[in-house]
Every structure is written in structure tokens, then in C-alpha cells.
């Protein structure tokens, strides 16, 4: 059961560093921004100069290149299954490179679907980056003060902030109760791994239900524990841990802004703008 | 035993019937007195349905009196306006170490409570650092609860209520889920505290030996106070305790046995170490005489 350790939220890096230290709405923001470039590139420039950046946040954050591609491994199955479909389904008509029976490969088809596919990957990695430079306790905060401005419109900032939290703080906790049942009913003869996919389905049940009962049963006591200690929502709180824009964080808006300038705007345009 | 200083916590006909949607009324408690003085040690004990957790939940507002009343430093648990103020100064720690820790790391969690009085982030900062210092968890500040030992856990709730300077603690049973180690170091904490910021505690407990480091023991059953009086005394009730189907410390059977037995002990004997204080006397003496 140690790979539901591994794969939940093993993605952040401690470390000291630049990027680290970036406000976590900053890092919120530009994430956004940068999945919004990725998705407006239409050249194979733009990808370059967006690897370059992203190699760059990477470097500046102390997260080691192997790391990095391990942790994108999952997504190159998908984006290989992504090439495939462009290839095979792409428009008809273009440079033929390969024929066999219906199975047409143009040249055209081949890079459009490696494009799109890079595109992918850079997509995941810009998301990856964030993910590896703030923790999620940083990551609740920012979303709360970025959430903050729409209460007026019904948005419960506090709310969702305080929900993910929890989730946060009792994800590790439901996974050893689980591992915990699972022995137990093990001990009892029961089969998890082996038989069909319905077997195994019917299986999880003697799992889930005492699963999901000791939840109930948790929320119950922490709900208890935390009126104990004043809880009443979100007015009238207040936080430990203020949030505050520092010079490094308008630097990073800059870089931002002018690779978003050198993807997006057209070479022509550049000309014309800068003149000669 | 002077009654000049008011109670810190005065329960007064105290009376708690739960309401099942369906079903009968429970009554939990029928007509509890008790007072709890300033840097007082209380311990709670009784059987499972004696009304103890009902009456720990009266302590700081989670439940309200059914009727009598609950009063906490001069404040009524009824008034309405006073329930964030009581719950500020009786912080109470439950049983389960996992169900009680909101926030995904352990500094976090400390200042959930401060956060909700509402106090500025200076002021909690301080606070939370002074918390994790008396409860000796400097070290793990940034560590995620779920890796901690349930010692450990039940430590970053201590502090966590006390980082909300309160004027006394209620555990709830707040030992009976870890092991003996963890339940020393708990036990070791709540004690320090008390002497050294004299905070009242009020121990609801099944353990007899943390019941015998209390100065006063409030036996429960059925809803009502069956026997109150100091360690020495209510465990010397042995019949009265057997009724009520509850045994003295091991400690104390033992004294007991061994003053049965010729050994001159003194009375009141309720831990190891004072036991076998009087036994090395008792043999000293026994050598000097012959």
C-alpha cells in the first residue's frame, strides 16, 4: 500500500529557493497565465522559447531536470495516444510518408500531432512547476485571498480554503484507516488483487463501507473539536500567516508578461512595433 | 480546603437530557454540583453512561444545561454573547489524537484557535512559538500531524489550546488511545503546565493512577456525583467503589495488602514512588529495632 503514499501529493520539493519563496498567488496567477500562452502558441518558436522559460523556472527553483521529467512521466503515455489519433484520424490529403492498407501517415499529420502532443507536455509541466515550488498549505492560502474579492458575489473563499485544508490534513489519515481495514479483512479471507474485474468491484464494498462510516464518525469529533476551540466560520477570524508581494514577485510578473509578449505577438508585428 | 477565592468553574443542579430524534429522552445527567478552583486538579471518573463526557461538554459551552447552571469565571454557558469567552478559557482535549488536529501542519493547527479569537498575526506568531515551546515541539513545527506519535498529537492539541491562554484544561480521556510512553508524556505535560501556569485541569479519566495525581477525585454514576473527596479518601471506599463497579489503583491494593500482611505503612499511600518510599522507612525501622 506504500504507492498511495507515493503518489498523493509527493509532489512538492522543499526546498530554499527563489521560486519557492514567490507569493503562492503569484504562482497561482502565472501558472494561469502561462497555461493560457501555452494554449495560444501556434508556432514551433513559441514552444521553444516557452521549454526555455520553464527550464529556467525550474533551474532557479532547485528542482533537479530528472525529477522534473519523472514527474511528467504520466502524461506521455496520454500524449502518445494524442499523436496517434492525429496521425491516424488528421485530415486527409498532404505528404505521404507511409501507407499500409487504410493506415495513411502524412507529413503534415505527423507534425501537427507532435506539436500538439509537445504542447501537452509543456501544458503539464507549467502546472508540474507550481506544484513543485509550493506546498499545499501555500497553495490553500493563495487560493483563499485570491477567492476573497468574490465573497460579495457568493463565492465561500473561507469555506473552500477551510474544506481543502481538511481534506489535506485527513487524506494521509483515510489511507492508513484503509490499509487498516484492508489487513483486517485480509485477516479474514478477503481478496482484493485476484479474480475479475466484478470480483474485485465487490470486494471494495466490505472496504468502503466501513470506510466511509469511520469518516462520518471523524467529522463528527472534529467538528466537535474545533467549536471547542471558538471555531464560528470566517468572520471575525483572522490568520497567522499574512501573504505579502514582494519585489521578487513583480519580477516574476515581468517575465511573464514579456514571454507571453515574444510567444503571442507575431514576428511581423515585433518589426513593426520596434522599428529599425 | 478555604472557600474565599470563587470558583473558577461552579456547576450548580446540573441536569443534561439528550433528545433523540426518535425514542426516549436520555436524561445524562441529574443534578451535578461541582466546583472547580483556580489551579485545581480534578479528576473525573466513573463508569461508561456515568454522565462524564456530558458534564466535560458542559464545561465549555458545547452543551448547555437542560436545567441548574454552568458558570465559568463569572461568565453563564447560557448567555448567548459569553460562549466564544468560556470556550477561550477552557480549552478541552479530546480522545482521539487524529480527530481533534485541523490543519495539515502542526504550527498551522496551533494557531486555529487564536485565528478564530480573531487576534492579529503578531500577536498569534508569538503565541504559537511560546505553545510549541512549553509543550517541547519547536522541532516539528512544520511537520504534517499524520507523522507524528499519538504522544505527539495529543501535544500539538495541548498546545494548540493553550496558545489560546486559557484558565483550565479538560481532557477527555485523553490518554486512553495512546500507549504507555505517550500517556506519561501527556500526563508529564498537563502536570507542568499546571504548576508552572497554573491552569486548573479537569481529567476525565479511566485510569486510576492519573486519578491518584489529582487533588481532588469526583466519582460519577448514573448522572450523579457518587463519591468526591481527595485520592486517599475516595479510594479508600473500596465497597463503595466496588458498587460501583470501579477498583482502586493497583498501588493502593497493594499498600492495602501489605499493611494486612504487618507491614506498618502509613495511610493515603497512592503511587509507586511513595509507596515504596514508606516500604524502605518501614524497613529501616523494622532493622533499627532489632
Keep these: 500500500m506504500n504507492f498511495l503514499r507515493g503518489l498523493m501529493l509527493g509532489q512538492y520539493v522543499p526546498a530554499e529557493s527563489p521560486v519557492h519563496r514567490l507569493d503562492p498567488r503569484t504562482k497561482l496567477l502565472g501558472t494561469m497565465w502561462l497555461v493560457g500562452v501555452v494554449f495560444g502558441t501556434r508556432s514551433l518558436a513559441g514552444l521553444a522559447v516557452l521549454t526555455a522559460f520553464l527550464a529556467g523556472v525550474l533551474a532557479a527553483g532547485r528542482i533537479g531536470p530528472a525529477y522534473a ?84 458575489v457568493g463565492v465561500p473563499a473561507h469555506e473552500l480554503a477551510l474544506m481543502m485544508t481538511i481534506a489535506l490534513r485527513f487524506i494521509p489519515t483515510l489511507f492508513e ?13 478477503a481478496e482484493f488483487t485476484r479474480g475479475s474485474l466484478a470480483a474485485r468491484a465487490r470486494a471494495l464494498i466490505p472496504l468502503l463501507v466501513p470506510l466511509f462510516v469511520g469518516a462520518f464518525r471523524r467529522a463528527d469529533a472534529l467538528a466537535l473539536a474545533m467549536e471547542a476551540r471558538g471555531y464560528r ?3 471575525h477570524r483572522t490568520r497567522m500567516k499574512e501573504l505579502r508581494v514582494a519585489i521578487r514577485d513583480y519580477v516574476a510578473a515581468g517575465a511573464l508578461l514579456l514571454v507571453a509578449a515574444v510567444v503571442l505577438v507575431p514576428p511581423s508585428l515585433w518589426r513593426a512595433v520596434v522599428g529599425r | 480546603m478555604s472557600d474565599l477565592a470563587p470558583a473558577l468553574i461552579r456547576v450548580r443542579g446540573l441536569f443534561h437530557t439528550y433528545e433523540p430524534g426518535a425514542g426516549e429522552p436520555v436524561p445524562a445527567l441529574r443534578g451535578v454540583d461541582l466546583d472547580v478552583r483556580r489551579g485545581e486538579c480534578v479528576a473525573l471518573i466513573g463508569g461508561n453512561g456515568s454522565g462524564k463526557s456530558t458534564l466535560a461538554k458542559h464545561l465549555n459551552a458545547l452543551l448547555l444545561p437542560t436545567a441548574g447552571e454552568v458558570i465559568v469565571d463569572g461568565l453563564d454557558t447560557r448567555d448567548r454573547d ?18 481533534q488536529l485541523i490543519a495539515a501542519v502542526v504550527e ?14 503578531a500577536e498569534i506568531r508569538s503565541r504559537v512559538d511560546e505553545a510549541l515551546r512549553i509543550v517541547g ?19 500539538v492539541a495541548i498546545a494548540g489550546v493553550l496558545a489560546m491562554r486559557p484558565r483550565c484544561l479538560v ?14 508524556e501527556v500526563m508529564e505535560t498537563v502536570l507542568r503546565l499546571r504548576r508552572d501556569e497554573g491552569l486548573a485541569l479537569v481529567l476525565i479519566t479511566h485510569s486510576m493512577e492519573e486519578a491518584a495525581l489529582a487533588d481532588r477525585v469526583v466519582v460519577l454514576a448514573g448522572g450523579t456525583v457518587a463519591l468526591s473527596g481527595t485520592p486517599a479518601e475516595v479510594f479508600a471506599r473500596d465497597d463503595a467503589l466496588r458498587d460501583l463497579r470501579l477498583e482502586a489503583p493497583p498501588i493502593v491494593a497493594l499498600a492495602r495488602g501489605l499493611a494486612a500482611a504487618g507491614v506498618a505503612l502509613p495511610a493515603g499511600l497512592l503511587t509507586a514512588p511513595q509507596l515504596a518510599d514508606a516500604v524502605a522507612a518501614a524497613y529501616r525501622r523494622g532493622r533499627g529495632e532489632a
Design chain 1, 233 to 235: 466560520g470566517g468572520e
Design chain 1, 69 to 152: 521529467l519523472r514527474g511528467l512521466r504520466p502524461v506521455f503515455w496520454l500524449v502518445g495516444i494524442a499523436v496517434v489519433f492525429q496521425v491516424v484520424f488528421g485530415d486527409s490529403g498532404g505528404h505521404v510518408l507511409f501507407r499500409r492498407g487504410p493506415l495513411v501517415v502524412t507529413r503534415e499529420n505527423l507534425a501537427a500531432g507532435v506539436f500538439y502532443g509537445y504542447r501537452l507536455i509543456l501544458l503539464v509541466a507549467a502546472t508540474t512547476v507550481m506544484t513543485f515550488t509550493t506546498s499545499s498549505v501555500e497553495l490553500t492560502d493563495g487560493l483563499e485571498r485570491l477567492l476573497r474579492p468574490f465573497r460579495r
Design chain 2, 82 to 99: 459569553a460562549v466564544w469567552a468560556v470556550r477561550q478559557r477552557v480549552g478541552m482535549i479530546f480522545e482521539h489524537p487524529d480527530d
Design chain 2, 171 to 184: 481532557l477527555d480521556e485523553a490518554t486512553s488511545m495512546l500507549d504507555p510512553a505517550g500517556q506519561r
Design chain 2, 137 to 155: 515541539l519547536e522541532a516539528l513545527r512544520r511537520r504534517p500531524p499524520h507523522l507524528l506519535s499519538g504522544g505527539q498529537k495529543q501535544r
Design chain 1, 177 to 189: 484507516e484503509t490499509e487498516t481495514i484492508m489487513k483486517a479483512q485480509m485477516a479474514r479471507g
Design chain 2, 108 to 121: 498551522e493547527d496551533v494557531a486555529f484557535g487564536c485565528e478564530n479569537l480573531g487576534l492579529p498575526p
